[in-house]
């Protein structure tokens, strides 16, 4: 890529009112370093690792792609490789694209309308190799489409900011963004950071042999943390087979030691007697250690199912207390049950530890049920607060203790939702023909919350009921400002009230436009009074 200017993560934080938008309070911006840095690969990792923990510490964020025309290349690579990352910096794009913003700039005029050409000739030029990347697709087909209707050409000279950060403000946020972003690294640092650790790999080799341990040691130390930083497979596979190397490389060092001691026992039966130790007596060393490590292990045998069985309740687990339930630990335990009951010796008390434990998760299920139930009677009254509603759907060993009902619940939740969304598409109707616009908000924000259920939906989405009536009612406050401002220069002060009326502030959007209208309603009396200060000049004069 081309040389980065942007060293860190440089956050701004930007005013809507400071600029003339009217979206919230304020927005934090964050320019974020280039990938491929140019300055080398420890830089980029760098950079990776600071972007990727920047961003998981956010409560949501809105990743825009600035896409400048000076860097993209003559192929078009330089895009290909930005979308590459893209795709690998999220788990699953599918459910995220939504809130990605494609912004393009440093455009030639003659070059703005080649935009969405160029995006399709990248499409028509790919392999079958680059196809099968769903992430990638799903990012290039997002860019594809939002480019198809209009893309987002930016002048940052002469373009409103305005108009730019309330469109940002307006698009999907990516929610507990901890949970969807990954530590990543670009392919060039990759191909960099294989080498150096290639390296490691013939540097052990070599301090191994000549017994060189505390510069094996100083090596693993640093093998170990890159594996722990950056979770490269291939640096694991490296660190956990030099383990294994370095515990045979000790056992034969301690078998060449013996067998010289062996080998000596004649000269020290002759020559040195009682003063030299006799080679049985590193067997017994050896022993004294074994006993010791069992010893230790039996005060602190915690796997011990008697123990288990006795500190595991089947009463107590009847009982309604499901503020927590760690569900990752809960699958390991399925899963450890599950190996145990494969020995013979294990079987009989492992089964009834799982059972215990499947139908604790039966009771849980039930719980899970009537909360559901409880929270969407709740986003339905619109009285839901900062409660946030997440359901676990990775835990597959979990599931199958309760595969029929969960298959029920989320069938029945499907429709709840859809039967819901269709009379709320209805009531959203009527409510914009009457023109009830305090109401059509109240519902906004229901349907808004709603939409963090979308991926139980398969067909019609909450989001998209959401964005159509954001978009209808902006144009209506837009509608009742324009007959606001034709009212007040009819002096038509019933039609101007009744529009007020309408226009209460009761977002930021009517807001916005209600003190615009307080200004030329103002501006509009100033001009009255000073016509019937001129008026009242003339009459006096005449009657003079």
């Not at 490691?200 to 301090?207: D, F, P, Q, R, T």
């Not at 030099?242 to 490389?249: A, F, G, K, R």
């Not at 390991?332 to 010796?345: G, H, Q, S």
Request: contains cysteine; aromatic residues 10%.
């Amino acid at each position: 890529f081309a040389k980065s200017i942007t060293r860190c993560i440089t956050p701004v934080t930007v005013y809507f009112k400071d600029i003339g938008a009217y979206g919230q309070d304020s927005i934090i911006l964050c320019d974020s370093p280039g990938f491929g840095d140019t300055n080398g690969p420890e830089v980029d990792i760098a950079n990776g690792i600071a972007i990727v923990r920047a961003i998981r510490v956010c409560e949501s964020v809105k990743p825009v792609l600035l896409i400048s025309y000076t860097i993209i290349g003559d192929r078009y690579e330089v895009l290909k490789d930005l979308t590459y990352t893209l795709a690998r910096l999220i788990q699953n794009t599918k459910d995220q694209i939504k809130a990605f913003s494609f912004i393009f700039t440093k455009y030639p005029k003659n070059e703005k309308e080649t935009i969405h050409v160029s995006l399709e000739t990248i499409n028509n030029t790919l392999s079958d190799q680059e196809r099968s990347d769903t992430n990638f697709m799903d990012i290039l087909r997002d860019m594809f489409e939002t480019t198809k209707k209009n893309a987002c050409v930016l002048d940052p000279i002469k373009n409103d900011p305005s108009t730019i950060l309330d469109d940002l403000a307006d698009t999907t946020n990516i929610n507990h963004p901890e949970n969807v972003f990954q530590f990543f690294i670009t392919e060039k640092s990759k191909s960099i950071l294989d080498k150096q650790v290639t390296k490691y790999e013939l540097s052990i080799k070599s301090a191994t042999k000549r017994s060189k341990y505390s510069l094996v040691k100083y090596i693993l130390d640093q093998l170990k943390f890159l594996n722990e930083l950056l979770n490269q497979e291939s640096i694991e596979e490296i660190y956990i087979n030099y383990e294994t190397i370095l515990i045979d490389e000790e056992i034969k060092q301690y078998r060449t030691y013996f067998d010289h001691a062996n080998l000596v026992e004649d000269l020290r039966k002759t020559h040195l007697g009682n003063e030299a130790i006799h080679s049985c007596a590193y067997i017994e060393h050896l022993n004294g250690k074994v006993d010791n490590s069992v010893k230790n292990l039996q005060e602190k045998d915690i796997n011990d199912l008697s123990i288990k069985l006795n500190t595991f309740n089947l009463d107590k687990s009847n009982e309604p207390v499901y503020k927590a339930f760690d569900y990752y630990t809960v699958e390991k335990a399925l899963v450890y049950l599950d190996a145990c009951k494969t020995f013979f010796i294990l079987k009989n008390d492992s089964i009834l530890i799982l059972n215990c434990l499947e139908n604790y998760i039966r009771n849980y299920i039930n719980f899970i049920k009537d909360e559901i139930k409880g929270y969407f009677d709740i986003i339905k009254q619109n009285k839901i607060g900062n409660e946030n509603i997440e359901i676990k759907t990775t835990c597959n060993r979990i599931f199958s203790c309760f595969h029929r009902p969960i298959e029920t619940i989320i069938k029945d939740w499907n429709k709840l939702l859809s039967d819901y969304l269709n009379e709320l598409s209805e009531e959203m109707h009527k409510l914009y023909l009457t023109q009830s616009m305090e109401s059509l908000e109240n519902k906004l924000s229901i349907i808004k919350i709603l939409s963090n259920l979308d991926w139980f939906l398969k067909d019609k989405k909450y989001i998209d009921l959401y964005h159509k009536y954001q978009e209808k009612l902006l144009l209506q406050v837009h509608d009742i400002d324009k007959e606001i401002i034709v009212a007040i220069k009819n002096f038509d002060y019933e039609l101007l009230d009744d529009k007020m009326t309408a226009l209460r502030p009761s977002n930021k959007i009517e807001k916005h436009f209600y003190e615009k209208a307080k200004r030329s309603l103002s501006i509009g009396l100033n001009q009255l009074k000073e016509d019937t200060r001129g008026s009242t000049l003339v009459v006096t004069h005449h009657l003079e």
